[in-house]
DNA sequence: CGTTAGCACTCCGGCCATGAGAGTGCTAAC
DNA sequence: GTTAGCACTCTCATGGCCGGAGTGCTAACG
């Protein structure tokens, strides 16, 4: 039978959009359906449940809302979410009080720049109730600024490169010959006159010149190839590390309190793989991107949404923060508070790196 | 009424004992209460059910068993595992095949050390089916080796610690005038020279002379006030950082999977002091230490147990790996994987600092 | 005196029928 | 286009019922 609509086609009249939001704002909070009757006595629409019904089930038609059975109320699908987002969901931005708490919070933390990214995952799931990601931002190629080997028994030794752009790397390195402190401080420091401000590729290039240095014992030559190896490690890695937090707040939503689900997305969140090619496809979007559902690629994820921004200067360094929790997300909030965030990591970015 | 036993009184005879061995190993397996008419049919006691439901009443009695209702079978309590594992456990001793299989899998990591513990705690979480913590082993204090002044923009710079213990610390230091790189340079070169191999207490005691020293910018006297905060931190924690993994797989058992109680746990391990007043108690006792349910003082802790041992020399460096499971937890085998795994790394220390 | 068979008793868990409640979709009237 | 009315459907909570599992006790046995 030939509907009003017969197609999603243009955009909704202003009564199905504001029904639309009512129905989402209503179930993001509740996480029950919610019916017709409901709508109308709690939301001032002037016209019967009837209409309502009516509209719901045009909704419904062009995919914005489903039904779990037939007599429950309506529940919105990821498309209506997405729409939602898209063109009728209210102001995003942050309230002020809120923008307020997160500075002060940010305020408090010392320098140690590890903290900065468990604070903004701890904040982000603090004001979201949902679980918080963070990424540090990684430089797109680093240089290498000083190494420093320390012995730590007769056959070991602790290799610090210290990157130019800040960052630090630790690794043991096995010494086969013994050798005591002052000879390898004497390759440290042989090794920084050579190596210092080189790339990855660069310090490669020096290794066979290494090789043939009769000032260089055949140690050193070791030990370069490891740096080399742990520079191109970093250079390659899109993320670095995540920090997240309260992923907890998550699995007490009542949609995962039977876990199995969570688990998978706990499983498939260690995989730095993903976050990666994430970050890699956010990198291109300017603002905050959401991801809805089965938007995700991967069939885990299919439970949750991400709500992802990066921050820090797109050809030097990125980051990303972000927000993961249940479909039945309060997006616009969680959209204003990853949208702050990442504009305040980035005025932290900035005062780093010039 | 008298019963032939009046109190816990003396050890248990060897029926007893073989009874509570068999209902615990039952109980850890299938998570069910257990009856006596099951115990008889599956081992082969014996003797009849008539007789298994006399001594299970006295073990009741005794406190090691419990009933969840009249017509349930029996389970477990507390006191009834503590006893179990302090004398009627089997041999505590891993099997050659998993001795093997973990051995294996440390020799595929890298030698960045941290990924040691991850490793620790993934393999601990892999073996027993349950959560596997691991902190680093850190050193009772440490000596500056080495610091690093890198410029990251005119007013902030990166300020990188490398203790002689092999270890690395990294924060950001604001810079009120503007330096450049060179300048960083020398006044990295001044105080490594007037610092290196001092201890915390010993670098706050040059403050003062660094403070009147005409070659030392005030500047050098703030960075110095950070490298010693920095050191007496890090001298003061017990735990530097917990590494766990699997905590999933416990919350995938079935007395947990009603989360509530779990997401506690996670909470209280978060909290580094908790962990940290484990490893002091630890380095006292020597071998693998159990604690069951309610003998964790956490009362978060109550329906979980702890498996711990601690690695490393006592006097120089020490740390922790261990298993966290529910309170019916196969014990043996755990306590047979935990004091292999920290075997395991102290050789690994043994091997670093000396 | 320890062990055992027998038995009554208790309690849990699954099953089914029931009924209230919620919400829909449709139709007909406004 | 909107609304009232109504039949229909489905869920969920309730309560009764029954079978099964397991106990505790008692009395008999060796």
Known sequence: MARRTERPAGPLDPRSQQILRAIIEEYVVTAEPVGSQWLVDRYGLGVSSATVRNVMAELEEAGYLSHPHTSAGRVPTDAGYRLYIESIAPQMSLAPVERLMIRHQFGQVEFASEQWFRLAAATIAGTTHAAGLATPAKPRSCKLRHIDLVATSTHTASLVVVLAEGGVKQELVALEEGYDQAELDDVARLLNEQLADKSARQVGNRIAALGTD?????????????????????????????????????????????????????????????????????????????????????????????????????????????????????????????????????????QMYR
Chains 1, 2 share one sequence.
């Open 214 to 350: 009769p000032d260089a014992p055949p140690f050193a030559v070791r030990v370069t190839l490891r740096v080399e190896k742990m520079m191109r490690e970093f250079d390659a890695s899109t993320v670095e590390d995540v920090f997240s937090d309260g992923l907890l707040n998550v699995m007490s939503e009542p949609e995962f309190s039977q876990s199995e689900k969570l688990r998978r997305v706990f499983a498939a969140l260690q995989n730095r793989d993903y976050l990666g090619s994430l970050v890699a496809r956010l990198a291109t979007a300017g603002d905050v991107q959401v991801l809805i559902g089965a938007e995700n690629e991967r069939a885990e994820m299919h439970d949750v949404s991400l709500v992802l921004a990066t921050y820090g200067q797109p050809g030097r360094a990125l980051g990303v923060v972000g927000v993961l929790g249940p479909t039945r997300m309060a997006y616009p909030h969680a959209i204003g508070t990853v949208r702050f965030v990442s504009g305040l990591m980035n005025e932290l970015v900035e």
